[in-house]
C-alpha cells in the first residue's frame, strides 16, 4: 500500500470511528462547558497534545481553558471542570489528578475508551469514544494505525466538534475567535 492509500484507510477508519459517537454524553459534556468557570484540559502523549489543541481553542472561545501543568495554570474548584483524555482511563498521573479535582470540588470529564476505568469510575461525565488501547494485544484491533493513533485523531475530531457546538450556543464566529488569537508571534 503507498502512503496516499494509507492516509485514505485512515480517513475510513475516522468515519466509522466518528459515526459511533454517542451524541447525548457530547450534548452532556458540550452543556457542563457552557456552565462551567475554569476548564482544565490533561491528557499524557499525544492525547495530551490533542487537548492542548483543544485548550487553546476552548480560549479561542472565550472559555477561561489551561492545560494542567503549564506554570500558569491555576487552581481548581468548585465549579470548574477537568477534561481528561486517557484512551485506557488507567494512566496513573491523570488518575492523581482527578481525584485531586473531584476534592477540590470540580467536575471531571473523562473522555476515554474505557469507561469501566478506574478514571471512568471516578469521572462525573463520560465520553466513550471508540479505539484501540495502545497496549491492546487481543488480536481485536480495528485499525491498521499503531497503539492509539484511532484513539488521538477521534479525539481531536471530537474535540473540536464540541468547540463547533459551543460556538452554535453561543453565537462565537470564527472572526469573533480570532481577536483572541496569539499577535506576539
Not at 89 to 109: F, I, N, P, W
Not at 169 to 181: A, E, I, L
Request: avoid cysteine.
Amino acid at each position: 500500500m503507498d502512503t496516499v492509500s494509507y492516509a485514505q484507510e485512515i480517513v475510513k477508519e475516522l468515519q466509522r470511528s466518528v459515526a459511533e459517537l454517542g451524541a447525548e454524553e457530547a450534548e452532556r459534556m458540550a452543556e457542563l462547558l457552557l456552565r462551567s468557570g475554569k476548564v482544565f484540559v490533561a491528557g499524557a502523549g499525544r492525547s495530551g497534545l490533542m487537548g492542548r489543541a483543544f485548550a487553546m481553542r476552548l480560549m479561542h472561545a472565550g472559555k477561561e481553558a489551561y492545560v494542567v501543568g503549564e506554570t500558569v495554570t491555576p487552581g481548581i474548584g468548585p465549579g470548574d471542570v477537568l477534561v481528561l483524555g486517557s484512551g485506557s482511563g488507567e494512566t496513573s498521573s491523570l488518575l492523581s489528578m482527578t481525584v485531586k479535582a473531584r476534592a477540590a470540588g470540580a467536575a471531571v470529564v473523562a473522555v476515554t475508551i474505557a469507561p469501566e476505568s478506574s478514571i471512568g469510575r471516578l469521572a462525573d461525565q463520560i465520553v466513550k469514544l471508540p479505539g484501540v488501547r495502545k497496549e491492546q494485544t487481543d488480536g481485536s484491533r480495528t485499525t491498521i494505525q499503531p497503539m492509539a493513533s484511532l484513539f488521538e485523531q477521534t479525539l481531536l475530531l471530537f474535540y473540536d466538534a464540541v468547540i463547533l457546538r459551543l460556538m452554535e450556543q453561543t453565537g462565537q464566529t470564527s472572526k469573533r475567535m480570532f481577536g483572541n488569537h496569539a499577535n506576539l508571534e
